[in-house]
């Protein structure tokens, strides 16, 4: 769940590697693997496979920036919370393009959304200690740009009128560009998530599978889920992008970080303290998708 906190960004810390010009002081094969978490497991793969679903989107160091601009609030460009809905008729109205997050309760959706504003410091992000905390769908305005949608939960604690809510979302959104659909890195697609596959494919709606929680599963682990949902992709979809993104934005928690509040939610005041080991690998690829699913970053050069 994210809220807005006007007023407390100053003194706040963007998080270590959160900007890209930190990223690309590190040296060349640990920038890559943050960068482009997927090609980091290439070196791994058995001679003759094919890597070609790797790098379709491989864009330059260019376009990296511009999609960061986008992610960076300012006074001129400010990044807001802008409502949440339970129904279509509360929505706010579809002037902007718009992409929507969705996913199995606890696969990690607010931890990746955090990590995406992560240099929007006025805009809070809350992480529930129980899945499921996110009933709502809530809307967020980056800039004139474009409208980040973060959708509750499916499977466990999943809203009654879920189903009723994201289907009349995905069918009448009509500035919908893309949808993101988030799948655990340790377990790999699940029956809920072929479900979820399923009412996309049927309506038409192009989306993209993110693979989360990538530092949680071992080498061999992850290698399997992802040439499996590669090849799932390829055998059984229409509207998916053929290529996988891979994330990590997990965060561990400092003793000095005072607990959880007062209503079951880690708060991003204290985001300097329990963010420190987040390497963000793969949100930068990620951020600059976005741009270009909008038409914001209309050409992406290859690196």
């Not at 740009?145 to 879920?162: E, I, K, N, S």
């Amino acid at each position: 769940m994210l809220l807005p906190r006007a007023g407390r960004a100053a003194g706040r810390a963007s998080p270590p590697l959160a900007a890209l010009a930190q990223v690309l002081r590190l040296e060349r094969s640990r920038r890559t693997g943050i960068v482009f978490p997927l090609q980091k497991l290439e070196r791994y793969l058995a001679p003759g496979t094919d890597t070609a679903r790797f790098r379709l989107f491989q864009p330059g160091l260019a376009a990296l920036q511009r999609a960061e601009a986008l992610f960076r609030s300012d006074r001129g460009h400010p990044i807001d919370y802008v409502s949440s809905a339970v129904r279509m008729d509360h929505a706010p109205p579809p002037a902007l393009p718009e992409v929507c997050f969705i996913g199995r309760s606890n696969v990690g959706k607010s931890s990746l959304i955090r990590a995406l504003f992560s240099l929007a410091p006025e805009v809070e992000v809350r992480v529930s200690k129980t899945p499921g905390h996110t009933k709502k769908m809530n809307f967020f305005k980056v800039g004139k740009y474009f409208t980040l949608v973060d959708m509750p939960g499916y499977g466990y604690r999943a809203p009654q009128d879920f189903v009723e809510m994201v289907e009349a979302y995905l069918q009448e959104r009509r500035n919908l560009k893309r949808t993101f659909l988030l799948v655990d890195g340790v377990v790999g697609l699940q029956k809920t998530d072929n479900i979820a596959v399923e009412m996309l494919e049927e309506f038409g709606i192009p989306y993209v599978m993110v693979l989360t929680k990538i530092d949680r599963a071992s080498r061999g682990v992850l290698l399997k889920n992802v040439l499996e949902i590669q090849e799932f992709v390829k055998e059984n979809t229409q509207g998916c992008f053929p290529q996988l993104f891979l994330v990590r934005c997990s965060t561990s928690l400092c003793p000095k970080d005072g607990g959880w509040a007062a209503d079951g939610e880690k708060s991003l005041s204290l985001f300097p303290f329990f963010c420190n080991s987040v390497e963000f690998s793969g949100v930068h690829l990620l951020k600059c998708f976005v741009a270009h699913v909008t038409g914001n970053l209309p050409t992406v050069e290859a690196s």
